[in-house]
C-alpha cells in the first residue's frame, strides 16, 4: 500500500482525510490460495439466455437477510430500450446493500450480434451503466464489469464469470469483456508457458500465476538480469532462458529451445517492456528505436517464429502486455504509446486468423501498476497516476499477473481479440 493509502486508513489518518475531505483510497481485497473464489453470497437476477446457467457455477447464493459480495444481471433478454427498466430494478437496491470490494457483473449480447436497431441501442447501453456503477463502487473497492456473451457462447462464459466476480480481479474495473463460441478444450497435463521480461514487476508475478496453475514456466530476460531470472524460475520449479530479444535470432533461438526442450508452447505471454520517456519534440532516434524494438518489434517476430510450425497447439494462448498509454496516449511517451498500442493491433489481427486453430491472443493493458518503471516516475506524475482511478490507488503486479492467468486458463478459449485494461478504471482514456 503507497503511504498515502497506509496513513489515510490509519485510525488517525481517517479523520484527518474525513476533517479535510480526501479521498480514503479502500484496501482492496485480494485472492489468496485456498479461499472460496469466487465468494458469495451472490445475487443472481434478470432473465436471458445465462441466468440459469450461471446459478449452478456459483455455490453459494443469498440467504434471506444477507447482504451480496456480488451482483449478477443476465441482461441478454433485453430486447430493446424499455427493458432495460428491468435490469436498473433489479441493480439499484442491489448496489444500496453490496458488500465492501463487491463485484457488480452485467451479462449481455454482443450489440454486432442483435436482431434489432433497438435490441443493440438496449445492449450497447448496458456498457455506460456499467462503466458509471464501477465509478460509483470503486470508492469502496467495489467492481463492475460487462460480459457479452455471444449467442452459442453460453458454455465458453465460465471462466469470464467467476474471474470477473472473484477477488483476482480486485484491479478491473469498467471493463466489457466478449465471449465467442468456443470448442470444448483438448485436456493435457501440465501446458508450457513462456514470459519475457520475467526477472521482476509484473513478469515475475505472471510466472507464479502460470505455476499455480500447473504451468511448466520458462522464465525470459536479459542476461544482465540473470541472477533474479534464476532465483524466479527456481521458485516455481521453472527453467530460466537468458536472452535478449531483440539480439539478432532472438526469435529462432526461443523457439529452438522450446522444442528441443518440451515440443510444444501452450501460453506465451509477451511482458518485456522499457521506457524511454521524452517529448517527441526532444526525443532522439535511439530513444525510439529502443522502446520500439523491445516493445513491438520482439513481441511479433517472436509470435511469427512461434505461429510457423507446429509449436502451439490447439488451445494455445498469447497474451501480450500493453498499456493504458497505448490506449489514451501520454505526454512524453510518443515511443512508448505505439509501441502499446501497436501490441493491441497485434492481437486484433491475431485473434481471428488464430481461431481455425483454438489458439486465442488477448492483450491486458495495465494502468498505474506500483513496480520500479512507475517508482522512477517525478513524483507529482507518480501521485496523478496512482489517484485518477476508481479506487483512488495503484495497483499491484499480482492484479496484471491474474488478469493474464485467467486469459490463460483452458476454459477462456471464447475470450480472443479482447482488450482487457487493468487500470483500476483509469480516468485516462476512458
Ligand atoms: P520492469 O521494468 O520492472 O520489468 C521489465 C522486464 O523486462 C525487466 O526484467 C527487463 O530486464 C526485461 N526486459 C527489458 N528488455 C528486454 C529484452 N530486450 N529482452 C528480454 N527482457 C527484457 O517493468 P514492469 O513494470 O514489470 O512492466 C512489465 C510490462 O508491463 C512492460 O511491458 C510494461 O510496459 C507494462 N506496463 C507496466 C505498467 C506499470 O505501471 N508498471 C503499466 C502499463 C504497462
Same mark, same amino acid.
Given at each position: 500500500?503507497?503511504?498515502?493509502?497506509?496513513?489515510?486508513?490509519?485510525?488517525? =489518518?481517517?479523520?484527518?482525510?474525513?476533517? /479535510?475531505?480526501?479521498?480514503?483510497?479502500?484496501?482492496?481485497?485480494?485472492?489468496?490460495?485456498? +479461499?472460496?473464489?469466487? +465468494?458469495? #453470497?451472490f445475487l443472481i437476477g434478470g432473465s436471458g439466455r445465462l441466468a440459469f446457467r450461471v446459478i449452478p457455477?456459483?455455490?453459494?447464493?443469498?440467504?434471506?437477510?444477507?447482504?451480496?459480495?456480488?451482483?449478477?444481471?443476465?441482461?441478454?433478454?433485453?430486447?430493446?430500450?424499455? =427493458?432495460?427498466?428491468?435490469?436498473?430494478?433489479?441493480?439499484?437496491?442491489?448496489?444500496?446493500?453490496?458488500? #465492501?470490494?463487491?463485484?457488480?457483473?452485467?451479462?449481455?449480447?454482443?450489440?454486432?450480434?442483435?436482431?434489432?436497431?433497438?435490441?443493440?441501442?438496449?445492449?450497447?447501453?448496458?456498457?455506460?451503466?456499467?462503466?458509471?456503477?464501477?465509478?460509483?463502487?470503486?470508492?469502496?473497492?467495489?467492481?463492475?464489469?460487462?460480459?457479452?456473451?455471444?449467442?452459442?457462447? +453460453?458454455?465458453?462464459?465460465?471462466?469470464?464469470?467467476?474471474?470477473?466476480?472473484?477477488?483476482?480481479?480486485?484491479?478491473?474495473?469498467?471493463?466489457?469483456?466478449?465471449?465467442? #463460441?468456443?470448442?470444448?478444450?483438448?485436456?493435457?497435463?501440465?501446458?508450457?508457458? /513462456? /514470459?519475457?521480461?520475467?526477472?521482476?514487476?509484473?513478469?515475475?508475478?505472471?510466472?507464479?500465476?502460470?505455476?499455480?496453475? =500447473?504451468?511448466?514456466?520458462?522464465?525470459?530476460?536479459? #542476461?544482465?538480469?540473470?541472477?533474479?531470472?534464476?532465483?524466479?524460475?527456481?521458485?516455481?520449479?521453472?527453467?530460466?532462458?537468458?536472452?535478449?530479444?531483440?539480439?539478432?535470432?532472438?526469435?529462432?533461438?526461443?523457439?529452438? @529451445?522450446?522444442?528441443?526442450?518440451?515440443?510444444?508452447?501452450?501460453?506465451?505471454?509477451?511482458?518485456?517492456?522499457?521506457?524511454?520517456?521524452?517529448?517527441?519534440?526532444?526525443?532522439?532516434?535511439?530513444?525510439?528505436?529502443?522502446?520500439?524494438? /523491445?516493445?513491438?518489434?520482439?513481441?511479433?517476430?517472436?509470435?511469427?517464429?512461434?505461429?510457423?510450425?507446429?509449436?502451439?497447439?490447439?488451445?494455445?494462448?498469447?497474451?501480450?502486455?500493453?498499456?493504458?498509454?497505448?490506449?489514451?496516449?501520454?505526454?512524453?511517451?510518443?515511443? @512508448?504509446?505505439?509501441?502499446?498500442?501497436?501490441?493491441?493491433?497485434?492481437?486484433?489481427?491475431?485473434?481471428?486468423?488464430?481461431?481455425?486453430?483454438?489458439?486465442?491472443?488477448?492483450?491486458?493493458?495495465?494502468?498505474?501498476?506500483?513496480?520500479?518503471?512507475?517508482?522512477?516516475?517525478?513524483?507529482?506524475?507518480? +501521485?496523478?497516476?496512482?489517484?485518477?482511478?476508481?479506487?483512488?490507488?495503484?495497483?499491484?503486479?499480482?492484479?496484471?499477473?491474474?488478469?493474464?492467468?485467467?486469459?490463460?486458463?483452458?476454459?477462456?478459449?471464447?475470450?480472443?481479440?479482447?482488450?482487457?485494461?487493468?487500470?483500476?478504471?483509469?480516468?485516462?482514456?476512458?
Open positions: 500500500m503507497d503511504r498515502y493509502s497506509s496513513f489515510a486508513n490509519s485510525r488517525a =489518518g481517517r479523520l484527518v482525510v474525513r476533517g /479535510v475531505g480526501l479521498p480514503r483510497p479502500p484496501v482492496l481485497r485480494r485472492y489468496t490460495q485456498g +479461499e472460496p473464489d469466487p +465468494e458469495g #453470497p457455477l456459483l455455490a453459494g447464493t443469498q440467504k434471506e437477510g444477507e447482504r451480496p459480495r456480488a451482483v449478477v444481471c443476465d441482461a441478454t433478454g433485453v430486447t430493446d430500450p424499455a =427493458g432495460l427498466a428491468a435490469v436498473y430494478s433489479f441493480v439499484q437496491p442491489a448496489v444500496r446493500d453490496l458488500l #465492501p470490494n463487491g463485484r457488480v457483473l452485467v451479462l449481455g449480447t454482443p450489440p454486432a450480434r442483435c436482431g434489432s436497431p433497438a435490441e443493440a441501442a438496449a445492449q450497447q447501453a448496458l456498457e455506460g451503466f456499467v462503466r458509471s456503477v464501477g465509478k460509483e463502487i470503486g470508492r469502496r473497492g467495489g467492481t463492475a464489469n460487462l460480459a457479452y456473451v455471444a449467442p452459442g457462447a +453460453e458454455n465458453a462464459a465460465e471462466s469470464t464469470v467467476r474471474f470477473l466476480l472473484s477477488t483476482r480481479s480486485a484491479f478491473v474495473s469498467g471493463q466489457v469483456v466478449a465471449v465467442e #463460441p468456443a470448442p470444448a478444450e483438448p485436456a493435457h497435463g501440465g501446458p508450457v508457458a /513462456v /514470459v519475457t521480461g520475467a526477472a521482476r514487476g509484473i513478469g515475475l508475478a505472471i510466472v507464479g500465476v502460470l505455476a499455480r496453475a =500447473g504451468a511448466r514456466v520458462v522464465a525470459v530476460d536479459l #542476461p544482465s538480469a540473470g541472477a533474479e531470472l534464476a532465483a524466479v524460475a527456481n521458485d516455481v520449479r521453472g527453467a530460466s532462458l537468458q536472452l535478449d530479444l531483440t539480439a539478432e535470432r532472438a526469435p529462432q533461438r526461443l523457439v529452438r @529451445y522450446l522444442t528441443d526442450r518440451y515440443g510444444r508452447l501452450d501460453v506465451l505471454v509477451h511482458n518485456a517492456g522499457i521506457t524511454r520517456d521524452r517529448t517527441l519534440a526532444k526525443m532522439s532516434p535511439q530513444e525510439w528505436d529502443a522502446v520500439l524494438r /523491445v516493445n513491438l518489434a520482439a513481441p511479433a517476430a517472436v509470435t511469427e517464429a512461434v505461429l510457423a510450425g507446429p509449436l502451439m497447439p490447439a488451445g494455445g494462448r498469447i497474451v501480450c502486455v500493453s498499456s493504458v498509454s497505448g490506449i489514451a496516449g501520454n505526454r512524453g511517451q510518443a515511443n @512508448y504509446a505505439a509501441s502499446k498500442a501497436g501490441l493491441i493491433g497485434l492481437v486484433r489481427s491475431l485473434a481471428p486468423t488464430l481461431a481455425n486453430r483454438g489458439v486465442t491472443a488477448n492483450a491486458v493493458a495495465p494502468g498505474f501498476i506500483e513496480t520500479d518503471m512507475t517508482a522512477r516516475m517525478p513524483m507529482t506524475i507518480r +501521485e496523478a497516476g496512482r489517484r485518477l482511478n476508481s479506487v483512488t490507488q495503484g495497483g499491484r503486479p499480482i492484479d496484471v499477473a491474474e488478469t493474464v492467468g485467467w486469459l490463460a486458463e483452458p476454459g477462456s478459449g471464447g475470450v480472443t481479440g479482447n482488450v482487457v485494461r487493468v487500470c483500476g478504471q483509469s480516468l485516462l482514456g476512458a
